[in-house]
């Protein structure tokens, strides 16, 4: 009965560390570029001695600050600071918490002290992993690789200048996670060096990969599951209580 219950209340666990996961990526479903958590998964491994029966189950942890590399559908938005990645790849970005990450949003502004930054603050890093200054300009061109040019106020009409190259990095290679600040970066810290693989399309952006209606039947699953835990836990109640009655001596 030990074991039932053990392993019905890591179940439970579980289901209640996922439910926030689900409620995190619905919250993140208009967020641009956005990328699904997946939930955490446990397994159940039990401890016993030689020559005795196995008693008790302890969790085993796996897959902890995962996420889903899945690409979110890219849409045209006629807005020129719009960027979204074609296929795999990252922008690399310095974001307001401080260490460099990994990130697919690119609704482009330009912060109050004239940095090029994404729509969550954080700095668009370039090839030598620096911010970006954009002094005031009237036209904005990106091109696939990341080369950026601007066409200045009060400048001719055609005029281009050079800004620097968007940093990008394919990050196929290499594993990743979500840090606890919840950006991307590699599961040994940190972010790989620019390899600009990626492919940027400019005025479009990248909506999130999650999808509501999967979200939602995967809550309702895990209700049922829950549910069904909690009755294995009052069945094996019984059932304890019906062995010690069956062994308690007679009077």
Do not use: C, W, Y
């Amino acid at each position: 009965m030990d074991k039932m219950i053990h392993t019905a209340l890591n179940t439970l666990n579980n289901i209640h560390m996922n439910r926030s996961v689900k409620s995190q990526n619905l919250s993140n479903i208009n967020v641009p570029g956005f990328r699904r958590d997946l939930g955490t998964s446990f397994g159940a491994g039990f401890l016993e001695q030689l020559d005795q029966f196995p008693s008790r189950v302890f969790a085993l942890h796996e897959g902890a600050n995962i996420f889903s590399a899945k690409p979110g559908n890219i849409k045209s938005t006629g807005q020129q600071t719009d960027l979204a990645i074609k296929g795999p790849g990252f922008f690399i970005t310095k974001p307001i918490s401080g260490e460099p990450s990994l990130s697919r949003r690119g609704d482009l502004g330009v912060s109050s002290d004239g940095f090029l930054t994404n729509g969550a603050g954080a700095q668009m890093l370039n090839l030598n992993q620096a911010p970006i200054a954009v002094p005031p300009f009237r036209k904005l061109v990106v091109s696939e690789t990341g080369e950026m040019f601007i066409e200045p106020l009060g400048s001719e009409e055609g005029t281009r200048v050079p800004l620097g190259t968007l940093a990008t990095t394919s990050g196929s290679e290499t594993p990743m996670k979500k840090d606890t600040d919840g950006e991307i970066r590699l599961v040994g810290g940190g972010v790989p060096a620019p390899d600009q693989n990626s492919v940027i399309a400019q005025s479009f952006l990248e909506e999130s990969n999650v999808n509501a209606v999967e979200e939602l039947v995967d809550t309702l699953s895990q209700q049922r599951q829950f549910e069904i835990n909690v009755k294995f836990i009052s069945l094996s109640k019984e059932m304890d209580e019906g062995s010690a009655g069956i062994m308690r001596m007679p009077n």
